[in-house]
């Protein structure tokens, strides 16, 4: 009796996966429903007026950035744990993206300021919190593009991904401790209770659509950075096969 | 400017960023795809 051999996967050639398919569909037919619902269905808000559909793009992108450092802090902890490249590189890659969310909270926010406050930026406690809390999150990329070994790497930037999640908090908690310009909590404790209808779901929608976004980029962001690590063992391996053959030719 | 300007660039920023980031991930993991051996590149 002759078996049949199982069936070759093929191999990819991209980042590329069944679920990131899927995700990726879902994040733009999300987004899609997002600009119909944040831009044309919800109406103004009485207090807040236009302005609400700036907030409908700032509570998603900070939902996500705070996830994303989360996700970076606990990597980390698992890393120095297990000392395993795989936590190493998923630490990194929140972090990458939890970055540029962030700079696109602040870019809202600032967009924000401009229409209700009249200018762009004001130093007062939430918005300190928040500059500190970007460049740690900067700093800890710096640190991660100096050449170094990985293992060094590794465990310089698990304490720095460790550290800096403490600032979350602070930066969460900055309009209830001090005094400041900046609107009370509208997530984690209120989704603005006096939201109603429309408005509620395209918040609720925009997080949920930047949450699945999230995690399609993860997913394709963190292969990236593991097949970075294995293209720079092939281009290490390459020349010290290199440097062999010169060295067999010259003896 | 109006309000209706401040909403339209921030929108407008934030998709394009996105787009621009998800396009940089995209074309690199197919670039280093193509420099790595077939065996490890086996996604679960």
């Not at chain 1, 037919?29 to 236009?50: K, M, N, R, T, Y």
């Not at chain 1, 500190?132 to 170094?148: A, D, E, N």
């Not at chain 2, 960023?17 to 065996?39: D, F, H, K, N, T």
């Amino acid at each position: 009796m002759t078996t049949e051999p199982a069936p070759q996967r093929p191999v990819p050639t991209s980042t590329g996966s069944r679920v990131t398919h899927v995700l990726g569909i879902a994040s733009l037919v999300g987004l899609a429903e997002l600009v119909l619902f944040g831009l044309v269905i919800s109406p103004a808000d009485a207090q807040l007026g236009e302005t609400i559909r700036i907030l409908y793009m700032h509570v998603p992108t900070v939902s996500v950035a705070y996830l994303a450092f989360v996700i970076t802090a606990v990597a980390s902890v698992a890393y120095l744990w297990k000392r395993t490249e795989f936590w190493d590189l998923l630490a990194a890659s929140a972090a990458e993206i939890g970055v540029l969310f962030f700079a696109l909270t602040i870019f809202n926010g600032m967009m924000w300021g401009k229409v209700t406050w009249g200018v762009y930026w004001r130093w007062e406690p939430r918005l300190v919190t928040t500059t500190v809390l970007m460049l740690t999150y900067v700093g800890y990329l710096v640190v991660r593009s100096i050449p170094t070994d990985p293992r060094t790497r590794g465990t310089v930037s698990a304490v720095i991904g460790i550290m800096a999640v403490v600032n979350i908090p602070i930066t969460h908690k900055a309009v209830d401790w001090w005094r400041g310009l900046h609107q009370s909590r509208t997530i984690f404790g209120t989704v603005d209770p006096e939201m109603r209808g429309t408005q509620l779901f395209a918040t609720y929608l925009g997080l949920l659509v930047f949450m699945v976004l999230f995690a399609w980029l993860l997913i394709h962001r963190f292969r990236v950075a593991w097949l970075a690590e294995r293209a720079a063992d092939e281009g290490l391996r390459g020349a010290l096969a290199e440097r062999r053959a010169e060295g067999g030719a010259t003896a | 400017m109006s309000t209706n300007f401040y909403i339209a660039v921030a929108w407008i920023v934030t998709f394009v960023s996105l787009a621009l980031y998800s396009l940089w991930v995209i074309r690199r993991g197919r670039e280093l795809s193509r420099r790595v051996p077939e065996e490890q590149r086996r996604w679960m």
